[in-house]
């Protein structure tokens, strides 16, 4: 299933570490206010003046996600027509703090997994937008990925074992004809596409009840836009998918039924992460049970 590897505890991240990073490197920005905001999969995130935000690894793999999103994100954000994290600067590994950091741009607004879409409309509209933006063919060396946008049965597995082991959970029944109807479709053949590679409600923000940005491209690769267009389900309130669709436009019967698929697959990664939170497990997050369990409604609902 579409998840991320349990995070680190982040022990020794505190205000301090974070101002005498910015003080060695980058000196300007160390008097501005900081304080604690978000505690993701791979970064800890700290609010950094009134524009910026500054984000430090707690994960092996989180240093590489941060250097891929400083290389790439810069070139894709102004042809993007929602606010995203552009990087701003790279902080270097030093005695003080072994791994690359970034300073990047905060995008106000409220994750999607806490504050609900009140305008599906509006929502559906704007996230169509900004996936058409983003969905242009990729150059040859765009990164890959193991886990996004590839053929959906690299994940038949792990999808057969979470609709097994999580059924307790609630999920429709339906759920399993969605995910081998994405398994019988034709695989994307055309050239890659730009991803987002992980839109879920957690990594989208809400203001006035509709989308206002798109943060963590930290799994930004090129393959098969599908996996990005499960989002019509994971992200959008019920009954919107249509509307989205009509207005991203060019995407046959195909790619739809291989991005049903992806929403089953991602929607039960999110109920997983939700059970540990019900269990007060390490890396369980309450939240995100809740939004696999809307997605799968959505995705199966007739």
């Given at each position: 299933?579409?998840t991320?590897p349990?995070?680190?505890?982040?022990?020794?991240?505190?205000e301090n570490?974070?101002?005498?990073?910015?003080?060695?490197?980058?000196?300007?920005?160390?008097?501005?206010?900081?304080?604690?905001?978000?505690?993701?999969?791979?970064?800890?995130?700290?609010?950094?003046?009134?524009?910026?935000?500054?984000?430090?690894?707690?994960?092996?793999?989180?240093?590489?996600?941060?250097?891929?999103?400083?290389?790439?994100?810069?070139?894709?954000?102004?042809?993007?027509?929602?606010?995203?994290?552009?990087?701003?600067?790279?902080?270097?590994?030093t005695?003080?703090?072994?791994?690359?950091?970034?300073?990047?741009?905060?995008?106000?607004?409220?994750?999607?997994?806490?504050?609900?879409?009140?305008?599906?409309?509006?929502?559906?509209?704007?996230?169509?937008?900004?996936?058409?933006?983003?969905?242009?063919?990729?150059?040859?060396?765009?990164?890959?990925?193991?886990?996004?946008?590839?053929?959906?049965?690299?994940?038949?597995?792990?999808?057969?074992?979470?609709?097994?082991?999580?059924?307790?959970?609630?999920?429709?029944?339906?759920?399993?004809?969605?995910?081998?109807?994405?398994?019988?479709?034709?695989?994307?053949?055309?050239?890659?596409r730009?991803?987002?590679?992980?839109?879920?409600?957690?990594?989208v923000?809400?203001?006035d009840?509709?989308?206002?940005?798109?943060?963590?491209?930290?799994?930004?690769?090129?393959?098969?836009?599908?996996?990005?267009?499960?989002?019509?389900?994971?992200?959008?309130?019920?009954?919107?998918?249509?509307r989205?669709?009509?207005?991203?436009?060019?995407?046959?019967?195909?790619?739809?039924?291989?991005?049903?698929?992806?929403?089953?697959?991602?929607?039960?990664?999110?109920?997983?992460?939700?059970?540990?939170?019900?269990?007060?497990?390490?890396?369980?997050?309450?939240?995100?049970?809740?939004?696999?369990?809307?997605?799968?409604?959505?995705?199966?609902?007739?």
């Open positions: 299933m579409s991320r349990d995070a680190e505890d982040g022990t020794g991240i505190d570490l974070v101002r005498s990073l910015l003080k060695d490197q980058y000196p300007h920005l160390s008097e501005l206010d900081v304080h604690s905001a978000v505690r993701g999969w791979d970064n800890e995130m700290w609010r950094l003046g009134a524009e910026s935000a500054v984000r430090i690894p707690r994960t092996d793999r989180a240093p590489e996600l941060l250097r891929k999103e400083h290389r790439w994100l810069p070139a894709l954000a102004p042809g993007l027509p929602l606010p995203v994290p552009t990087p701003l600067h790279l902080g270097e590994p005695d003080r703090f072994p791994k690359p950091w970034t300073v990047a741009k905060w995008v106000p607004g409220e994750p999607a997994d806490r504050t609900p879409i009140s305008r599906p409309e509006d929502a559906a509209d704007t996230l169509a937008a900004f996936l058409r933006a983003l969905h242009a063919p990729a150059p040859a060396d765009a990164p890959a990925s193991a886990t996004r946008g590839v053929p959906l049965g690299l994940h038949a597995a792990a999808v057969d074992a979470g609709l097994r082991d999580l059924a307790a959970e609630g999920i429709p029944p339906e759920a399993r004809d969605v995910w081998h109807a994405a398994l019988a479709a034709p695989r994307w053949e055309a050239p890659p730009w991803l987002h590679g992980d839109l879920h409600p957690a990594n923000v809400v203001t009840g509709t989308l206002s940005g798109v943060l963590d491209f930290g799994e930004l690769c090129a393959g098969d836009p599908a996996t990005d267009l499960a989002a019509a389900w994971l992200l959008l309130p019920e009954g919107a998918a249509d989205f669709f009509a207005a991203y436009g060019r995407v046959d019967e195909a790619t739809v039924l291989r991005a049903r698929g992806w929403a089953v697959c991602t929607g039960l990664g999110l109920l997983s992460v939700g059970r540990k939170g019900d269990q007060g497990l390490p890396g369980g997050k309450v939240t995100w049970g809740r939004a696999g369990r809307a997605a799968l409604r959505r995705v199966t609902a007739r």
